[in-house]
């Protein structure tokens, strides 16, 4: 009946059919992304589907999800929460989308044996929250002791990197990123942090350089290097020394009377340039170009311009520095100025560039990136942004917990003591949520070439002993302690995946219709307006 309502381009999918088509795309979606996880996760290769375009290697979740076009309601939520993982925390992009995998696959079996999706959602929440318990009880933090911190950092960031293409260089990044973070002093603003890209070299020659780094040139006939400097930042156009005039005409009968308009055009470039150097400032950054009269009466004037700083820079400049950005210069006196130590200009690799040294806000620093190739580039700069987001995420909230499925199995276990005081068949889904959790660790054994089965219950024997901290050392292909072995991740990442996974399985369990809308019609000629 519901059909003969519906628009004959709209579409319904009811009961069965509706919850089969939501399980598929999210088990495709999981599997999709499920060989990357762990420290022996393989990459995969995005090109676009035209053929023309940059390619794309990568083994971050949140980057392959977000490059693909999917056209099923229950993949497109697992998406978002990879999304979602990937803007709160940075790392576990692919850990959310494979445990709500998991979860549904779970699901899927108890339907077929008759228990109600209702049944399964209070049993699922009833778990999550025994779960969520004993993680938040296996949680350290040693933040007042800032050399053990430090270590900490370092081994969160080893453990996020150890997935990643650097992981050979792990070490050496973990380093660079712990030490940029703690830069910040508790700050958590990345923007004070910059990743500069250049091609050539190996990743092991990545440095740390103390300051802020622009790609840009200073203007012919200037000073290369000022100390002390008193910097104005501004988005203004400095071209009107040329004859712009749009959308009129101006006839003119001899060569002079040109002459006077340009001359009238200068004069005022003259008085924009006066009232800028009235600010009192040794350089001059603007984000739009500077022609070559501007530039020629800063040379006089003994200023550093620097032209077509891109917009992030000067954005991220303004932070650094201290300064804001004007585009009007009528009141110095309100304007407040960037200060900075010495800017200079340097070479890095083949490219001249312009480094800013002592600004105003210590925490500033740049992590130059050398590699092989821009593919190789792209995903160091990847694998390192998700390791500063991990670290600063650690440093706001600095509970830690450890990696390699020892968390999943603590939590497996805590629900697994929980089942038996639950009567109904809530607890068959309690079970089913546990087993989930399970599939973590098992897959990154399997990833890794080993028997994840084996591993798993060896896992399981090793936790209900006591050894709370034993976990899959994927290197020698047994079980061991993570916390000798420094695999160690924020309590706030593995809460984020555990909550998000558990969410959007509740959230596509409830569906019982997929009802796709017709496209909306468009009105021939003016009907409908009136």
């Known amino acids: 009946m519901a059909e003969a309502v519906l628009n ?31 420290p022996k996760g393989m990459d995969k290769i995005l090109t676009p589907a035209s053929g023309e375009g940059e390619l794309t290697i990568t083994n971050d979740g949140a980057t392959i999800l977000r490059s693909i076009d999917i056209d099923n309601a229950a993949a497109k939520i697992l998406i978002n929460i990879s999304k979602t993982q990937d803007e709160e925390v940075g790392d576990g992009t692919t850990s959310v989308v494979v445990l709500a995998g998991e979860l549904l696959r779970e699901a899927e079996a108890l339907l077929k044996r008759k228990v109600h999706p209702m049944t399964i959602i209070e049993g699922f929440r009833l778990a999550s929250q025994v779960a969520r318990d004993a993680l938040t009880a296996s949680g350290v933090d040693k933040s007042v002791d800032q050399e053990q911190f430090k270590k900490d950092l370092l081994e969160i960031a080893k453990t996020t990197l150890s997935s990643k293409l650097v992981t050979d260089s792990k070490n050496h990044f973990a380093n660079l990123a712990v030490e940029a973070v703690l830069r910040l ?52 156009s400095m071209d009107t020394d040329k004859i712009k005039i749009y959308g009129s005409r101006v006839r003119v009968s001899e060569l002079d009377q040109v002459e006077a308009i340009e001359a009238v055009e200068k004069e005022k470039m003259k008085a924009k340039v006066d009232k800028i150097l009235a600010h009192k400032c040794d ?123 020892c968390a999943e199995t603590l939590m497996a276990n805590a629900i697994d003591k929980a089942v038996p005081k639950v009567e109904g068949k809530k607890s ?96 021939q000629g003016m009907q409908g307006m009136h």
């Open 8 to 38: 004959e381009n709209a579409a319904m999918f009811k009961g069965e059919t509706a919850r089969m088509s939501a399980f598929v795309g999210a088990f495709a979606v999981a599997d999709l992304v499920k060989t990357t996880l762990g």
């Open 185 to 236: 002093k508790g700050g958590n603003n990345l923007e004070h942090i910059q990743l500069l890209k250049k091609s050539g070299g190996t990743m092991a020659d990545s440095y740390l350089a103390e300051g802020f780094i622009l790609e840009k040139s200073i203007g012919v006939g200037q000073p290369k290097r000022v100390e002390n400097a008193r910097i104005l930042l501004a988005n203004t």
């Open 283 to 405: 350089v001059f950054i603007n984000r739009q170009l500077i022609y070559n009269y501007p530039e020629q009466l800063f040379a006089d004037a003994g200023v550093m311009a620097i032209e077509h700083a891109d917009f992030e820079g000067i954005e991220r400049l303004a932070a650094v520095t201290g300064g804001e950005i004007v585009s009007t210069f009528d009141r110095p006196d309100i304007v407040s100025l960037g200060e900075c130590a010495l800017i200079e200009e340097t070479m890095i690799g083949e490219d001249k560039v312009i480094r800013f040294s002592g600004v105003k806000s210590g925490a500033a620093c740049t992590i130059v990136l050398r590699g092989a190739s821009s593919h190789v580039l792209d995903e160091a700069d990847r694998s390192l942004h998700d390791a500063l987001c991990v670290l600063t995420a650690t440093v706001k909230n600095p509970h830690t917990t450890h990696g390699g499925g």
């Open 428 to 523: 068959l889904a309690m079970e089913a949520f546990a087993r989930a959790l399970r599939q973590m660790p098992y897959i990154i054994a399997e990833n890794a070439g080993l028997d994840g089965a084996e591993l798993v219950t060896q896992l399981r024997a090793e936790h209900h002993k006591g050894n709370s901290t034993a976990g899959i050392d994927v290197q020698t292909g047994t079980v061991g302690d993570m916390s000798k072995l420094g695999i160690r991740e924020p309590m706030k990442l593995k809460l984020h995946v555990l909550l998000s996974a558990s969410e959007a399985t509740e959230m596509i369990l409830r569906v019982d219709d997929i009802i796709k809308c017709a496209p909306r019609q468009r009105q």
